[in-house]
């Protein structure tokens, strides 16, 4: 493995179990995107600390979609090939305002406890 590779592989952050829901929905609340947009959304909104495998991503997709939070369809992406594109749902709107609630309250707590002295 190469140096660098190395390094970024050490870099990576593992995501708390749910959170990669969290990050989907809100990457679709900018608009509908296919997987790999999704994953470069992420990425580049996390300052490329966050990166989504596809073993991951898409079972997280199928998952978001059984629960009816999101929709697929096939699309023609800019680069002329046909994709699968994934938007939110009405339904999928409001797991995100609950789910975002429910990050802040954890961050909240996970704050308090990390600077006490800031909390109080």
């Known amino acids: ?6 390094r970024s592989y ?5 995501l708390l179990q749910g959170t990669l829901d969290l ?3 809100q990457t679709l609340q900018w608009g509908p995107r296919h997987g790999y947009g999704i994953s470069q959304a992420i990425r580049a909104g996390s ?7 596809t073993g991951s991503l898409y079972p997280a997709l199928h998952r978001l979609e059984r629960k009816k939070w ?3 369809e096939w699309t023609v992406s800019e680069n002329n090939q046909k994709v699968k594109s ?3 749902t009405a ?3 409001k797991q995100l305002t609950a789910e975002r609630s429910n990050w802040e309250r954890l961050t ?4 308090g406890i990390l600077n006490p002295s800031e909390g109080a």
């Open 1 to 6: 493995m190469k140096p660098h590779k190395k």
């Open 10 to 14: 050490e870099n990576r952050i593992e």
């Open 23 to 25: 990050l989907i929905l």
């Open 47 to 53: 300052g490329e600390v966050l990166q989504v495998d």
């Open 70 to 72: 999101i929709k697929s």
């Open 86 to 88: 994934y938007q939110l």
């Open 91 to 93: 339904t999928g709107k």
């Open 108 to 111: 909240a707590a996970m704050a």
